[in-house]
């Protein structure tokens, strides 16, 4: 099982990215998906899960509405998308994987429910 991102790197405020988690060693669909972050001195933080057939998706309050998780399951890569970008967006993102169908409702956020972690890419969001 291996989670390879890409996609990050340095955009001014207001701005757009979009990371790509590339999944080799299992599919996609078996497995749900998430995005999180960790930023210099925090705590690793949940930004968003989709389930394995992407019929749920959860996101964390403060990406609501800017913040859009998607999956390309033929291509075994999971997408996330980010618009108006702020400076404390500025982190490393990560995504994991769990074995399951579904997001789960009651912890998709806690780092502990997912066995299986890509290498991290950078965002900065500077000016």
């Known amino acids: 099982v291996q989670l390879v991102e890409s996609g990050g790197g340095l955009v001014q405020p207001g701005g757009s990215l979009q990371l790509s988690c590339a999944a080799s060693?299992?599919?996609?669909?078996?497995?749900?998906i998430a995005w999180f972050r960790q930023a210099p001195g925090k705590k690793r933080e949940g930004v968003s899960c989709?389930?394995?057939?992407?019929?749920?998706?959860y996101y964390a309050d403060s990406m609501k509405g800017r913040f859009t998780i998607s999956s390309d399951n033929a291509k075994n890569t999971v997408y996330l998308q980010m618009n108006s970008l702020k400076p404390e967006d500025t982190a490393v993102y990560y995504c994991?994987?769990?074995?399951?169908?579904?997001?789960?409702?009651?912890?998709?956020?806690?780092?502990?429910?997912?066995?299986?972690w890509g290498q991290g890419t950078q965002v900065t969001v500077s000016s």
């Open positions: 994991a994987a769990d074995r399951t169908y579904y997001c789960s409702g009651y912890g998709w956020w806690a780092p502990s429910e997912y066995p299986y």
């Open positions: 989709i389930s394995s057939s992407s019929s749920n998706t």
């Open positions: 060693g299992f599919t996609l669909d078996y497995y749900s």
